[in-house]
């Protein structure tokens, strides 16, 4: 019976509307039928009043959702009421106005009531209600809204920053691959002209010419005045290592190695001779012995041991350098002529 009542105070409402173009009363009579179907929980005349689409505390929806969230409200708080005060209507736009007022609200059985600044926008043209909140919802929507705003441009900022820097991460891992390519680029180049360099600068390797016996000049006398002559000169001279000489005295057997294991020949000269390497660099040494080598290829060194006899020697020295040299100058014998014999045996 009541929602026949409210839709004919409504009817009236509008009907008086029309006769006096009273908008304003026209809202503050839906606003009346409205806060009466809250309190008597009529589901039905709250379904009249509302638009097929309705703005409901932020959040845009069908009517019929709205019907629903209000039937959970009524069920969840049995002893739920409402009592409005202060109301004010303002007019938005042409059949469009809104009307402020105070909801006092009581959800239990304690009677305890809390407020709410709240209002309705109705669309006159129509008589319906399209929009339904309060300003404490409508601050905490906004708030939240704008914090999503936020978290929304900041996460698009985020995305830039993670696109740009893997951009610049991949830019200067080109660099970085180009910046190794051009410094291996660049050591092959100098290696190459580092090779060309010393292939230019290599001096031309002139093979060593085997330099012919220097034979002490012999005039053609005695035998015995030839070996004195011999002897002068041998001892006048300045001998150098890697060089072929004619050298003239005796031979004596001497023992070589750590235990005197090797048996060598040495000939013994009766002057000194001071030796020293071909360009001059080293020390010169002065003796008037040579440690001979080559040995057995030469058997008549024995007989000129044995006999004592003095003999001419043509071969290159070296410089000592093993434990079995116990001179320090060596000769590698390329010739052997014993004196004082009309014939003699050579290599």
Known sequence: MKPLIYLFIFILSLSAYGQSNDDKSAVMTTLEIWDMANNSKDDETLSNLYDATITYYGSKMSKEKCLKDKR??????????????????????????????????????????????SYLIIDTEKSKIIMESDTITDKYKQKRAKAKKEVKEETKKEVKEREASKKTSKVSSENIEKNKKEILDNKNVDKKNTRVEKKIKR?????PVEESPKVLPVAKESNIDNTKKIKKESSSRLYSYDKSYTIVGKIQLEHAGDKNEVSTYVLKLNQLIRVVSHDLTSKTTATNEIQLASLERFPQLSEAHESGTEIEIHGKLYAGFSRYHIRDVIMDIKTVKILGRDSNSTE
């Open 203 to 207: 001096p031309l390797e002139i093979p």
């Open 72 to 117: 959970r409200l009524f069920k969840k708080y049995p002893y739920f009421s409402q009592e409005i005060s202060n109301a004010e209507v303002s007019e938005i736009d042409t059949h469009i106005y809104k009307v402020s007022f105070s909801k006092s609200v009581i959800t239990d059985n304690r009677k305890k009531a809390k407020s709410y600044p």
